[in-house]
């Protein structure tokens, strides 16, 4: 282990998508094997796709994965302030891994509290600092929002706190590189240039040295050198924190495959709960809320929901609940995860008005089940066993809501001391709130073999996961200037 201690660094954008998170997590992984003790760290994160920690809070997914990066154990200081949209108007605020409500996005960003907020993070990014080095820390969206600038609590105020050698972000694949850096760097006050060091031009395709002229332009118009050009790649896998990527996901029906639908809810939560589905190499996994492309899957899924009632009344509406139901109707299988398995049931009460106005809505009725909504969240990591299977599996829980058998049935999982979850109805019909269920081979298995009998290939996901950290390390050191960054952090 190497004890040297170094300076932060960050990693910040000219906007949102840009490859800010999968560069930090290379990063980590890279520190990690050079000997280091880093650990990742984003101030203000707002996602859908969240994780638990052992100690059951909640943090964004990609910092999780940052820290899978580093090989450390998540925690909430990596992450201590989670904004989940309930609404186009409306977030959860989750503080230091525990909810602690709603709130608007004007009444965030202007309320008093945003000091109490950076006082917050700031506390939190020193208690981890204080055990790990070097802080891997992530920007959020541009860092040239002006209006946004003064309450900011998660980029260059962040960033100058830390002590941060911080390196600008820029996706050339989306076209305007030359504005979006110039642009980003000339509207920063020379405080905020002060802590720039560098810039990273992600996501370009072809050979970077026909970009030999457009690095120098870039260098003479902000001062700061481009320290890598990162090329746009397919074959490494790492898993993304924003529904954005969902866009870029297959959208139809395949021959020859098991064809499996997702249903795309609007606030559609923890879609990597299908990333290791979705390499089965027997399966064709797609995102759709479109009626007939759910007629054409073999498979139905309904996701995880930040705002169950809401999105149970839109696929009421949109047609996609006859689809379900149809498909059900046609002996195809149908499960429900978290807020999916709460709308296969008969019916979503919210008597405290956690989710809406609105007390209680009809459900799919395909599992004879109903749900409660309350205030209090459950987050859990867990072991369990499927379907009494001697196998021992591994998830998570995260949801606000109890759901109660109203007939005597088969649990889907049940765990070490007893408990029971979901409903089993039959083999092609159930609901679980295990988020990750789908990350163990044996439950894979088990929902394909109606359709195929070709075996599926048993692996360590994690095995795998390992190795596409150790082949981003590798693509970032063979494309950025990896001694330049070392002097820049060196204490």
Known sequence: MNTKKLRPIMFVGTGSDVGKSVITAGFCRIFKQDGYQPAPFKAQNMSLNSYVTADGLELGRA????????QVPCESDMNPVLLKPTNDKTSQVVLNGKPVGNQSAYEYFMANDRQELFSAVKEAFDRLAARYSPIVMEGAGSISEL???HRDITNLRMAAHAGAATYLVADIDKGGVFGSVYGTIALLTPEECACMKGIIINKFRGDARLFEDGKQMLEELTGLPVVGVLPYFRDIYIEQEDSVSLELKYRSAVEGKVNVAVILL?????????????????????????PSEIANASIVIIPGSKNTIGDMLAIKNNGVAKAIYDAHKEGKTVIGICGGYQMLGE???????????????????????????????????????????????V???????????????????????????GYYLDAKTWGTYLHGILDNQLVIDSILEPYTREKGISYSYQDYKEQQY??????LRANIDMELIYKSIAL
Request: net charge negative; proline share 7%.
């Open 266 to 290: 609007k606030r559609l939560s923890n879609f990597t709960d299908f990333d290791r589905l979705e390499k089965d190499p027997r399966v064709n996994l797609y995102y759709t809320n479109e």
């Open 470 to 475: 150790d082949k981003l390390a590798d693509l």
């Open 395 to 421: 998830g998570y829980e995260i949801h606000m809501g109890r759901t109660d058998a109203l007939h005597p049935g088969e649990p889907v999982a049940t765990f070490p001391d007893g408990r029971r979850d």
């Open 147 to 149: 209006n946004l600038k």
């Open 63 to 70: 910092q999780a994965v940052q820290a899978e990066a580093a």
């Open 347 to 393: 019916a979503i009460l919210d008597p405290g008005h956690v989710e809406s106005e609105i007390e209680e809505l009809p459900g799919l009725g395909l599992l004879p089940v109903k749900t409660v909504l309350q205030p209090e969240k459950t987050t859990q990591q867990c072991t369990f066993h499927f379907r009494g299977n001697e196998e021992q599996c």
